[in-house]
């Protein structure tokens, strides 16, 4: 038979242990965030198509205005 404090110190030990790895863990997922958070941001700032695109849909819109005043037969 084992003693209780055999027991005991296994307990104590892996508690440790678990709490080590648990440590570990979440300073590795810490500094995965901050590593997608840093991509992101510099996918912002590195897209200049952002104003080309807006200029672009706008340049559509009125496109699409156009046709419709001449397939409702309006003279623009």
Do not use: C, H, N
Not at 30 to 38: F, G, N, S, T
Not at 39 to 58: F, K, M
């Amino acid at each position: 038979m084992q003693e209780p404090g055999l027991y005991l110190m296994t307990a104590i030990f892996t508690l440790i242990g678990l709490t080590a790895v648990s440590l570990i863990i979440l300073r590795g997922w810490r500094d995965w965030i901050a590593l997608k958070a840093k991509e992101l941001e510099y996918q912002r700032q590195d897209d200049p198509s952002s104003a080309a695109s807006r200029i672009e849909v706008a340049d559509l819109k009125e496109r699409i205005r156009k046709l419709e005043a001449i397939a409702a037969g309006v003279e623009l």
